[in-house]
């Protein structure tokens, strides 16, 4: 069992930035894909970002050239960099593990980014 806890979300002007973070409570092997999705309110979630053991990185078309995800060495911890944001970005941000052999994944509890002026 793994546990996901984000941070980072908050309220922030069209245009602006903010990092959301999320660790894990212990060490992710390689077999694991790390990411981020969003729910917008009436909407369904939906992929934002991932990135492999590896660092290869794929993108929602939507936030592709804003925003700019990462894993560190030791792979407890994923990051999404976000930046010109738009109030179309306004949603709940969940990390995301998944066990790319089995599909097994887990989910963190989410954190809110609100983009408003």
């Known amino acids: 069992q793994v546990q996901l806890v984000e941070s980072g979300g908050g309220l922030v002007q069209p245009g602006g930035s903010l990092r959301l973070s999320c660790g894990a409570s212990?060490?992710?092997?390689?077999?694991?894909?790390m990411g981020w999705y969003r729910q917008a309110p009436g909407k369904q979630r939906e992929l934002v970002a991932t990135?492999?053991?590896?660092?290869?990185?794929n993108y929602a078309d939507s936030v592709k050239g804003r925003f700019t995800i990462s894993r560190d060495n030791a792979q407890k911890t994923v990051h999404l960099q976000m930046s010109t944001l738009k109030p179309d970005d306004t949603a709940v941000y969940y990390c995301?593990?998944?066990?790319?052999?089995?599909?097994?994944?887990?989910w963190g509890k989410g954190t809110l980014v609100t983009v408003s002026s």
């Open positions: 990135v492999t053991s590896g660092g290869s990185t």
């Open positions: 995301n593990i998944k066990n790319l052999l089995t599909g097994l994944e887990y």
């Open positions: 212990r060490s992710i092997t390689n077999i694991y894909t």
